[in-house]
């Protein structure tokens, strides 16, 4: 079971790495859609490229934020009736729909998925759409959102298995740490903090 429970440790430090680093894709995305737009009003004329690339980095964030989304505990649940369950309970349903829902759904898509994303990337598969982009980069984020998902479901069941075990604290009571959000405005605080300070050193 330490072995189980050092793989899902390594599992829970990639999904929050990722998830830390994806924030910034959704601000590239909301940056490029707003540029966009001005080029559009002021100068009438736009892209098909920027607008997909949005899409694509919009679509990225998406779905390789999906095994973060699940360590974190934020996936939408409907615990009208499991919040009266005792922990235990709670946890033997959080099992049950790892084994029997997530796992087999994950397994789906990667298996259906992956030949879909070989052949767009052998066939060089385009957007139809004029100026519009290759397509397979945005493909291939489904098999690793959903590979990340797949670990991360793996990480979840683990604990959970740890905790009837008696071997950790629940691993469903909220942590302290700060979310990806806090950190983006943290980090853009100190690019700002930085830019007064040169402004005012010259």
């Given at each position: 079971m330490q072995a189980l429970l050092k793989f899902s440790r390594g599992v829970d430090w990639l999904n929050s790495l990722v998830g830390r680093?994806?924030?910034?894709l959704i601000l590239a995305?909301?940056?490029?859609?707003?540029?966009?737009?001005?080029?559009r009003k002021v100068l009438h004329t736009s892209s098909n490229a920027y607008l997909e690339v949005q899409w694509y980095l919009f679509a990225a964030s998406f779905l390789l934020a999906a095994g973060y989304t699940l360590l974190q505990g934020e996936h939408v649940k409907v615990d009208v009736i499991a919040s009266r369950l005792s922990k235990?309970?709670?946890?033997?349903?959080?099992i049950f729909g790892f084994v029997f829902f997530l796992t087999p759904m994950a397994l789906?898509?990667?298996?259906?998925?992956t030949p879909f994303v070989i052949q767009a990337m052998q066939t060089g598969e385009m957007s139809g759409n004029a100026g519009g982009l290759v397509r397979w980069p945005v493909y291939l984020m489904i098999p690793i959102g959903f590979g990340l998902l797949l670990l991360q479901g793996m990480s979840e069941l683990i604990k959970r298995i740890a905790f009837l075990k008696g071997l950790i604290d629940d691993p469903t009571a909220k942590?302290?740490?700060?979310?990806?959000?806090e950190d983006l405005a943290e980090a853009l605080r100190g690019l700002a903090g930085a830019k007064d300070k040169s402004g005012q050193s010259a």
């Open positions: 680093w994806l924030i910034w995305s909301t940056v490029i859609s707003g540029i966009n737009a001005i080029v235990r309970t709670q946890i033997w349903i959080d789906a898509i990667l298996w259906f998925g942590k302290g740490e700060k979310t990806a959000e």
